[in-house]
């Protein structure tokens, strides 16, 4: 239905390695060649898409010199805005290379966290040549497999002089750029510090400038650990400190999934849209997802049209929500301290949800 | 919508704990008085329902003497019989009294076995009496809190023991009586035996009069371990051992909630709706759910209609997903040799589901 | 072994209502009769324990007036005194009573909130007269089954209100009572707001008076969302707020079980453990546990014995772990730039837990 | 300790994935050379190790023609036979190439299944020619991220199918195979088919040829769904079809991580040796894990040593369990009627376990 059709005011943004992704996996080889950068800002601005996030290592190969480095940024760039697309956000993979494999702003190892930190401040100069505000650390090795091996509080505090280094070179630059911790339970470690965005949240009051760090809660992630990312996304937005959002889907309890939006759970999905829509999010609906390892690229594009589509459909419904008078009635009754109507209140939901109400 | 309103022929029971239940939890007490069984009838018979189903003590008090019991019995016959609905199921409460609490047919106590077989056998008289010819059977307290306590396979042993003299009753009084056994992964004991449907089918191969005795998946219980009910439901069926089933619902990975039927869940709903619909499920679509304890009893028939109206709306979805062009067309190219679409197929699912379909 | 026999200068606590369960859980009635109070505190001094917490409810019915009252608490506090013992902790009770059943501080109604900043403020009173200074606040029925019901950001506003009334009247009064606010990810709720330690330790940076607020980490409560305690636990101690803790156990991903500390999971208490002992944490060792239902009285003391002596042989391996030579030196040389040795170093761990290093 | 030190009679055996794992995972690269299966075998039989097992695809690669293969088969084969070592189990890699990635036994696609049933015949040859008897069978594909792309009971009927196919090549072929089929949850398709030992067992049952099929239980599988392997392993002897095991480790509710056996959980393991050890189980005691990323070789044969080390602690920890006057006594109090005493038992197990009893 056309109705349900993205536009660039609807601010959705992709991954270069989301949409990118080859379908590798623990047990599997690669099912899908690797998608050139510009081909994907390209379909992607095609299907509706308002802009692509990135990794350092996504757009520039680490092997590359600095007049590589420097092509590959202006040719990107170029592709960028010949198609009215934007560079919201960039990140940096403190994950992939072994030498980060017990930490990397955490490593015991002095030398690796320099590394770390030199590596995040490359990406952050990345971001704002690209045009990005926000900068999303997420400290994928940042854990442990056995607390033998590296006490929590140690980490804590070599965690927090890894980002205060960030935020005063950000500053010293005047760079517009504002950080992003993201968190997640586990995987790729056994353990991750800071497991949740509560966590990170709490962590950010700790640091020197906690001013230009803010948190990307990811749906997936919170739900590894069982718990509601609409209400992660609250408490954030309470704090003033929704930096940037990561859509993505999970089943509770496992390995990290990274399904296309509102794929496991649609209840779960309309309360994320609704957090974000009713709370005065401004920033990109950022999907960190990728297709079924079962598909092709048709398949990835096919994705990438229902993370959006989804995402209008539920948009639409939270509309209605807000408008429905029963509802809108039966909340305001219990406000006046009359008896709660829970079980109504879910069945309207569940009515609308289903398209019969 | 008039579409949507539960009829007799949709075989919806409810049991009488269910739409019965007080609202105690473990941290709070009661929040609604007891409804007396002849009302529950009256009230699921106006609201469409088939017939309910009973635990031995939701209907006659443990304390009640002979002529006592006789005088409940035949009035509830009454009252059920005048209202045109059925008991299709009855089952034992072996899990309230404390004398059960380390164990009921498991317990390494021999008097503490032969009271609750004793129970177990009146309890299927009393189903007998009912016209139930469906006997489920939860272990709920055949478990461990440590395994320092009790053997695992002297527990089976005994577990084997206890069911086969069931049968053997059964047998020898020539009831019509099949056993449907209950899995359910923990809670109230840190670990229950045979805790899935996939273990209980297994445990039935190996007892003395298989043929009589089947499975009674519930989609809470499953749900628990994180597991798919559907794939439950699905090994039942391909066994030819779905005896009854149990809809309710859940959110994976925690305590047992018994949710209205598909008010975690629509996706896991509809799939679980599909299983017995497309399965050739002829028995009660049974509903082992409980209201919120924020409802009085305005909300407990709230509730109860909300899950026959959810079962309802995914049965038509069910229907229309089966004579998809599209989505049917997608299958059979798979099954050709075809490439997979199966994010398409997913997000055609989606949009169903979500009635933009 | 005599070494590991407990002394008032372990400072172990318990709750009254740990040794005082009695065996009550969704499925099955009690199994053991209250245990008064007096005697509670008489036999856990005899075992060496430093003092008890206690709900308001658990000393003083609810029904009693105010001359009542006086009388419960002055010989409360006659025993305590006599026995050498202390009430280091108080607790409020904001989820037994069905007015809480949709909130008490997040209820829509203001009626209900005002009753549970009251109720509160009754039992810090009771908390001052008892020489607590330690107040924890679990907010059990602060959350929702269903979002429809709730707005997630209204929830923690009324929250926020409700906390601020507490710290306003601890400071008009001139207490010196501090607050530890308890998370807990689900149950008795669907999902409780502030699911996590670190969650909670977020949302206190956004009150009035944060200084006086802090948390109280439970082990349980951690573990039922698949994290770590002792991660929490650090962070706590990190940001200065460590301000009590709940030992016990659980296995992760299931109902709140509140185990015998160390029974569920060695190596997580060892590291709970060793985070107190290590960091500085002077306050009490508090088990909110409770005996498995199979126990009678002598079991219950049975498991406050065991509680206590499985955290000293812990506490013991601590400092040995802390004293190993070829351990400290894995670490030194991880520190030093050399290759991590994390296998061999959870090995040596492995060994000192079983006793054979 | 050298009463620790593992020998032949003990039969360790360790797949050539398991020592041979290059430390690749989702976020990073490989972290170690691959070490060739000759040097596996030296190095583990000098250890102390009984034998080794394998994927065909660990030994002889996919693209090997018939001549090649036989060099690789005969070479290996001296070596073993040199070391003393064996090869009691073989198993078929259905995951790893890209065509599987919709399922193997279980696609839609006729061709892709006859690949599958293929592939598995000459990994059962293999294992002949190497002289193992157990052929073990992961169906790491067999499973879906949406049922809307397969319906379960087709894909049962179909798995049903595939695995006939080999029973019945095995009969016509006169080979001694037996066939452990081997049960996980998920990953690293969304949900696996049979996912738990339990499911395994009772499928079986309806197989062309159940007597020559059991099952293969997998530690860290178990706990990926929140279950106690011990009980799996029960269940199975109970059954009298455990046919071989896989010991490892795993946090609950997480990612597979195959840990060096007791790293996670020392009580989970401790019941899981006592099932092997009591239960009559003649078979190899097989480690499927991998050694930490952080690790390098030196680190992988610390991993190896520290599995069967464990083992063989734990060991004589149950051989003291059944000694053990007090524990053997409260267990036949209990047998006899007795009160249970299931909080002293567990003490004296975690004082056993603790190494202070």
Chains 1, 2, 3, 4 share one sequence.
């Not at 950068?37 to 601005?45: C, E, H, K, N």
């Not at 010949?82 to 960039?90: H, K």
């Not at 015991?108 to 930190?117: M, S, Y």
């Not at 959002?245 to 089943?251: A, K, P, R, S, T």
Request: glycine share 10%.
């Amino acid at each position: 239905m056309a109705e349900y059709e993205p536009h660039k005011e609807d601010r959705f943004t992709f991954g270069l390695w989301t949409v990118g992704n080859v379908g590798r996996d623990p047990f599997g080889e690669p099912v899908r060649p690797r998608i050139e950068p510009a081909r994907i800002v390209r379909r992607l601005a095609a299907l509706g898409a308002y802009g692509v996030s990135l990794h350092d290592d996504d757009l520039v190969p680490p092997t590359a010199d600095a007049a590589e480095r420097r092509g590959i940024v202006a040719e990107f760039r170029r592709v960028v805005d010949g198609e009215g697309m934007r560079v919201p956000m960039t990140t940096v993979n403190l994950f992939s290379d072994p030498v980060f494999r017990d930490g990397a702003l955490t490593s015991l190892d002095p030398g690796v966290r320099r590394r770390a930190i030199d590596k995040a401040r490359a990406a952050i100069d990345l971001g704002v040549e690209l045009g990005a505000d926000i900068f999303v650390l997420w400290g994928g090795r940042e854990g442990v497999e056995t607390d033998a091996a590296k006490d929590a509080r140690e980490a804590l505090r070599l965690y927090r002089e890894g980002i205060n280094a960030l935020t005063r070179y950000i500053r010293d630059r005047g760079y517009p750029t504002r950080i992003a911790l993201e968190a997640k339970p586990n995987e790729p470690r056994g353990d991750i510090y800071l497991p949740t965005t509560g966590a990170m949240l709490a962590f950010i009051a700790t640091l020197d400038d906690p001013d230009i760090v803010g948190v990307n809660p990811e749906v997936a992630h919170e739900k590894m650990a069982g718990l509601r990312a609409a209400h992660a996304i609250a408490q954030a937005q309470d704090a003033g400190k929704l930096f940037h959002v990561d859509l993505n889907d999970q089943h509770p309890g496992r390995y990290d999934q990274d399904l296309r939006f509102g794929s496991d759970d649609l209840k779960g999905a309309f309360f994320v849209v609704r957090a974000l829509e009713n709370g005065g999010y401004q920033g990109p609906r950022h999907f960190d997802a990728h297709a079924y390892r079962t598909e092709d690229e048709e398949g990835v594009w096919e994705f990438a049209r229902g993370c959006m589509r989804t995402y209008l459909i539920l948009r639409e419904k939270v509309r209605r929500f807000e408008e429905d008078a029963e509802i809108q009635g039966l909340l305001q009754e219990a406000r006046a301290g009359g008896k709660p109507r829970n079980e109504r209140l879910d069945q309207l939901l569940v009515d609308l949800l289903l398209g019969v109400r």
